[in-house]
Nanobody, 126 residues
């Protein structure tokens, strides 16, 4: 079992920045890949970013590429998503997820992920 708790969401002005955090517990953190997804009202959950077990590999959706950085601190059992230049289309509930049998972090498929956090809301004001 893996428990995931996100934090760091909130209200930010367009063009601003936020850093989301996701604290994990329950299994050896360095044994699974991590991802961030987001879901806006009325829309399907979409992939945002993923990071490999060691943090050496990262992958981003086009929608956040160049504006976001995913990172992990295995000693702290935490994964982060730094988001800059936030846009009006970025508001959503952001979820972190754990893939305990990672094959390719570039898949971006929600069904590859085994455990999910409860989400943290990001709101962008114009």
């Amino acid at each position: 079992q893996v428990q995931l708790v996100e934090s760091g969401g909130g209200l930010v002005q367009a063009g601003g920045s936020l850093r989301l955090s996701c604290a994990a517990s329950g299994r050896t953190f360095s044994s699974y890949a991590m991802g961030w997804f987001r879901q806006a009202p009325g829309k399907e959950r979409e992939f945002a970013a993923a990071i490999s077990l060691t943090g050496g590999g990262t992958y981003y959706a086009d929608s956040v590429k160049g504006r976001s950085t995913i990172s992990r601190d295995n000693a702290k059992h935490t994964v982060y998503l730094q988001m800059n230049s936030l846009k009006p289309e970025d508001p959503a509930v952001y979820y972190c997820a754990a893939d305990i049998t990672p094959v390719d972090i570039r898949s971006g498929r929600a069904w590859h992920y085994d455990y999910w956090g409860q989400g943290t809301q990001v709101t962008v004001s114009s």
